[in-house]
């Protein structure tokens, strides 16, 4: 199976000026861990996870004033929507994070996350054991 067929769609986009709250609140709303950022006046293209924010409010920032911008990462890896589910597992082993932006081009087509991987291998199983 390709990352296309099990990454998740559509991509939620925050921007740098949102705060690390107004990010939370996305994030939850839509169910996911990570939103893709764009700053077209700065780095391009950067990903926000769950954790960038945990970190930030640990560390006592105040989620209603600190804004998204300090908390980016931007040397973001990319999956192509043509890798192996396993390519992207060790790319996601090999940096240590739990998320990949999936791109063609210069165009998002979604976010592939451990929790994708984890559904498409445990319904894999699931039929293989309902076949036997």
């Known amino acids: 199976m390709q990352v296309r067929e099990a990454m998740s769609k559509p991509v939620l986009l925050v921007g740098p000026q949102h705060t690390l709250r107004q990010a939370a609140q996305l994030m939850s709303m839509r169910r996911v ?53 396993e390519e992207a597992a060790m790319a996601m082993t090999r940096g240590g994070f739990r998320h990949l932006a999936v791109l063609e081009g210069d165009e998002i087509l979604g976010i592939i996350s451990v929790r994708d991987l984890m559904r498409v291998w445990a319904l894999r199983r699931a039929e293989a054991t309902a076949n036997v």
């Open 33 to 85: 861990g990570s939103a893709i950022v764009i700053d077209p006046d700065g780095e391009g293209l950067g990903i926000m996870t769950e954790r960038d924010i945990l970190n930030a409010i640990g560390s006592g920032l105040d989620p209603d004033v600190e804004q998204c911008a300090g908390h980016i990462t931007w040397d973001v890896v990319y999956a192509s929507p043509d890798w192996s589910l």
